[in-house]
């Protein structure tokens, strides 16, 4: 079955510090991966995505993230971690051979970003 | 451009009452989403457009959710009667092949709570 994991419930980073979302996925063929945020009461905001060509992925907020295709990863990170940054983070597969291409999500990660 | 629309933000009903949601996705995008999250988990897919047409309904519980999208355009998700484990959030989002390679973009949400 497709799927989607992040293995930490919660991230807490240092301001200034790097930052590293972790995420692995089970799909069939080649998959195409998303990272979306979201902030309290709000929708899910588009991150980045990996469709692809290069592993290395860079989107909005300085945000960027690395496709690993043998292990199965594709992990969100920062260089340099923003207070604004703490938010509920969301990894996601698309399937798209068959049901129209829905979304897979993960079950989220809250990362916090102390002063 | 305007983002996804929803209404309403925020509905407390008792079980067994119904309930409307309402999304306008963004222009042009042919291709509509409603997606319930539960608190803690990741939002899952309740059903898909294509157009008027439904892609996949796969996870929607017939026997009490029902949506509709008559032009192509906005789209209603009903649930009658409610239960307390449809309390979630219910996101709408909409995607075009021809804008960001088919990235879906999400609403607000509604927050329904079952009393």
């Known amino acids: 079955a497709q799927s989607v994991a992040q293995p930490e419930d919660q991230v807490n980073v240092a301001e200034g510090n790097p930052l590293t979302v972790k995420c692995t996925y089970s799909?069939?063929?080649?998959?195409?991966l998303f990272w979306y945020v979201q902030y309290p009461n709000r929708g899910l905001q588009f991150l980045l995505k990996y469709i692809t060509g290069d592993n290395l992925v860079k989107g909005s907020y300085g945000f960027e993230a690395e496709f690993n295709k043998s292990q199965t990863s594709f992990h969100l990170k920062k260089p340099s971690a923003l207070v604004s940054d703490s938010a509920l983070y969301f990894c996601a597969v698309r399937l798209i051979y068959n049901q129209g291409g829905k979304l897979i999500f993960g079950q989220g990660t809250e990362l916090s970003v102390k002063p | 451009e305007a983002g996804v629309a929803q209404s309403p933000r925020y509905k407390i009903i008792e079980k067994r009452q119904s309930v409307a949601f309402w999304c306008n996705p963004i222009s042009g995008h042919a291709t509509l989403y409603w997606y319930q999250q539960i608190l803690g988990q990741g939002p899952k897919l309740l059903i898909q457009f294509q157009n008027n047409g439904v892609v996949d309904d796969s996870q929607l519980p017939k026997d009490r959710f029902s949506a509709e999208r008559l032009k192509g355009v906005d789209s209603t998700l009903k649930i009658q009667p409610a239960k307390l484990e449809d309390s979630a959030v219910y996101l709408c989002?909409?995607?075009?092949?021809?804008?960001?390679?088919?990235?879906?973009?999400f609403g607000p949400g509604t927050r329904l709570l079952v009393l």
């Open positions: 989002a909409s995607s075009s092949p021809r804008v960001g390679g088919g990235t879906q973009y």
């Open positions: 799909v069939s063929g080649n998959p195409y």
